[in-house]
């Protein structure tokens, strides 16, 4: 279980030989951080006369980020067990036709079952990144950058996710759910990657910087 890791023996783990983790536990623990500065922006702005009139908005919002904190935490591990099963698959033999069209068929839903974590990764990661957009707006300005920052952790982890989908997507050979969730996740990717990056400009302009 690598959420109850501490977090120099989750980098430590991550940065060794073995195959799990890997991108797809970094895509989900940067998905968990992005959303926990959504969190963390909303209890900096509860309970402050400044913003008492958009306080039952942002307590909605932190209601929201508690459940995805749980979801993407829970997909670190989910992304490592899903990997096994698809390296067991590579290892069945192939020596027959029985044996390789069985090799193909176990290949081929493991493949799928791994591509249902990092699509799931996308998905929590845009639905925060949506609380994200928002708090660029009605936030406490005291931490406006703490949205930048888990706004640009949430998009690199939708981005991240996308390649882990792809990397298992070439070698499904049902064309059909290839195709299907490929239109899936580049919709995601797009509307992710424009909500960040508004998020990311409203920011520049609250501090003044030069784009």
Do not use: H, W
Not at 47 to 75: F, M, N, R, T
Not at 78 to 95: G, W
Not at 103 to 110: F, I, M, R
């Amino acid at each position: 279980m690598f959420i109850d890791s501490d977090i120099k023996e989750f980098v430590e783990a991550l940065s060794s030989k073995e195959p799990v983790p890997g991108g797809g536990g970094a895509a989900a623990l940067a998905g968990a951080l992005g959303n926990a500065l959504v969190s963390m922006v909303g209890n900096l702005t509860v309970g402050k006369e400044k913003y008492k009139d958009v306080e039952p908005e942002v307590i909605e919002i932190l209601k929201k980020a508690k459940e995805l904190q749980e979801k993407l935490l829970s997909l670190i591990d989910e992304d490592a067990q899903v990997f096994s099963k698809v390296a067991a698959a590579y290892k069945m033999p192939k020596n027959t036709e029985e044996e390789k069209a069985k090799k193909q068929e176990a290949l081929n839903q493991a493949l799928k079952d791994a591509c249902k974590v990092p699509v799931e990764i996308m998905e929590y990661s845009l639905e925060a990144i949506k609380l994200q957009r928002r708090l660029a707006e009605i936030g406490s300005n005291l931490a406006i950058s703490d949205v930048g920052v888990g706004a640009l952790l949430l998009k690199a982890a939708v981005l991240s996710g996308k390649l882990n989908v792809y990397i298992n997507l070439n070698s499904i050979t049902d064309k059909e759910f290839v195709e299907e969730t490929k239109e899936r996740i580049e919709k995601i990717s797009e509307d992710a990657e424009k909500l960040a990056d508004e998020a990311y400009q409203i920011i520049l302009q609250k501090l003044k910087i030069e784009k």
